[in-house]
């Protein structure tokens, strides 16, 4: 049982390409439908840790159902399946990256990918801030809407990292626990 | 001129090789402890502790492994720690940062899993994690100001519009990053070609 686990874990990781959310639909077949391990509240329930908790969804939910199934042991095994396949793929591209990256031919496609990644991270910076100002990512939200505290978290936050380069995980952490105490008091 | 810079860091003969595999888990477990929110997330907070922090990589590694992350099946935190790994240390440097990037997480769920009811009915962990995303978008901010800065400073009008329309793209199109990233990567084989074409005229 633990074996098929293993190998339905190893089929996640090699198919979700593009990050968490791909990989959502993915698990949900291969534990709700084919191995029926869990019911689709208690997946639903899942997703809902999962977002919740640091950390890749694959990841989270493979140690979730492993935890149940085999404990600690189960939880081990179905992590490793996710990461195997990303672990042999990006070992070799790796490989090769860091063999023919100085070519000169080489870096002018880089290059032009560069800009594109910027572009990526910007994207993904915007939805987290709509999430924590609105509460939605997506364009349909009110300016009227806008949450005070998470705003002037947001700013002021921004202004500790820019002027004082203040360590950004004090600035994850403090956000929560400055922001959590604004809530309790208005 | 890039892969001078690049050089420089740790290699293998660095008498302090032990402590660099020692600070390659530390990082990556602090990290991947205290990231919500997505790969793009941990990609930014890497790109401050290896590029800006400690001066592992460059800037233009980075960004190169966030694009290999991203293309590749699987998890991209764990991805960008198998490629970082391997950048540090090899095979062994791979291991330890996926170590690092993955404890975490499991941690985390196994305790949560017994705990699930209590945890999800708790408002003061829902607040926490609600107004947290406005400290990590300021992260966020952070990082992309920098190195939106740098791509402006190529001066190459071909850099500063594939990132503008990318970010258009996929800020309001919600266009697929592989698809992106597959484009830039035509992009830059024409721009290639055509460079060494012009190259063949002029010899």
């Known amino acids: 049982m633990i074996f098929k686990l293993f190998l339905s874990f190893i089929q996640v990781g090699l198919f979700s390409v593009g990050g968490g959310y791909a990989a959502i639909p993915l698990i949900q077949q291969q534990i709700v439908e084919v191995h029926k391990l869990m019911t689709m509240a208690e997946f639903t329930d899942l997703i809902t840790i999962a977002e919740m908790t640091p950390?890749?969804?694959?990841?989270?939910?493979?140690?979730?159902?492993?935890?149940?199934?085999?404990?600690?042991?189960?939880?081990?095994?179905?992590?490793?399946?996710?990461?195997?396949?990303?672990?042999?793929?990006?070992l070799?591209?790796?490989?090769?990256?860091?063999?023919?990256?100085?070519?000169s031919g080489v870096q002018t496609i880089l290059s032009a990918l560069r800009p594109a990644v910027v572009a990526l991270i910007a994207s993904a910076g915007i939805s987290i801030l709509m999430l924590g100002l609105f509460g939605t990512d997506n364009s349909n939200f009110a300016f009227s809407d806008i949450r005070v505290i998470e705003a002037l978290l947001f700013v002021g936050g921004l202004f500790l990292?820019?002027?004082?380069?203040?360590?950004?995980?004090?600035?994850?952490f403090g956000s929560g626990v400055i922001g959590t105490i604004l809530y309790a008091i208005f | 001129m890039e892969q001078n810079v690049t050089n420089?860091?740790?290699?293998?003969?660095?008498?302090?090789?032990?402590?660099v595999l020692w600070q390659l888990f530390k990082a990556t477990f602090f990290l991947s402890a205290f990231t919500f929110g997505g790969g793009f997330v941990i990609v930014s907070l890497m790109k401050k502790k290896f590029v800006e922090?400690?001066?592992?990589?460059?800037?233009?590694?980075?960004?190169?492994?966030?694009?290999?992350?991203?293309?590749?099946?699987g998890p991209i935190p764990i991805n960008?720690?198998?490629?970082?790994?391997?950048r540090m240390k090899g095979i062994i440097g791979s291991l330890i940062a996926v170590l690092g990037t993955s404890l975490p997480p499991m941690v985390i769920i196994s305790v949560i899993s017994v705990f699930y009811q209590q945890f999800r009915e708790n408002a003061v962990i829902a607040m926490a994690l609600q107004v947290m995303r406005a400290g990590v978008a300021a992260v966020i901010f952070d990082v992309v100001i920098n190195l939106a800065k740098n791509v402006c400073k190529t001066k190459r009008y071909l850099y500063i519009g594939l990132m503008t329309i990318a970010f258009v793209?996929?800020?309001?199109?919600?266009?697929?990053?592989?698809?992106?990233?597959?484009?830039?990567?035509?992009?830059?084989?024409?721009?290639?070609?055509?460079?060494?074409?012009k190259k063949g005229e002029t010899a």
């Open chain 2, 169 to 197: 793209l996929t800020c309001f199109f919600k266009v697929s990053a592989v698809l992106i990233i597959l484009s830039c990567v035509a992009i830059g084989v024409i721009d290639l070609i055509v460079h060494l074409k």
């Open chain 1, 92 to 103: 070799a591209l790796a490989y090769f990256y860091y063999k023919y990256r100085n070519f």
């Open chain 1, 161 to 172: 990292l820019r002027k004082y380069k203040v360590n950004a995980i004090a600035i994850i």
């Open chain 2, 8 to 19: 420089q860091s740790v290699q293998p003969t660095d008498p302090q090789h032990k402590h």
């Open chain 2, 80 to 86: 960008a720690s198998v490629i970082l790994g391997y």
């Open chain 2, 53 to 73: 922090e400690l001066g592992w990589l460059t800037e233009d590694e980075m960004l190169d492994i966030t694009a290999i992350a991203q293309s590749s099946p």
């Open chain 1, 55 to 90: 950390g890749p969804i694959s990841i989270n939910s493979a140690t979730f159902v492993g935890t149940r199934l085999a404990g600690a042991f189960g939880a081990v095994i179905c992590t490793l399946g996710v990461i195997l396949p990303s672990f042999c793929i990006c």
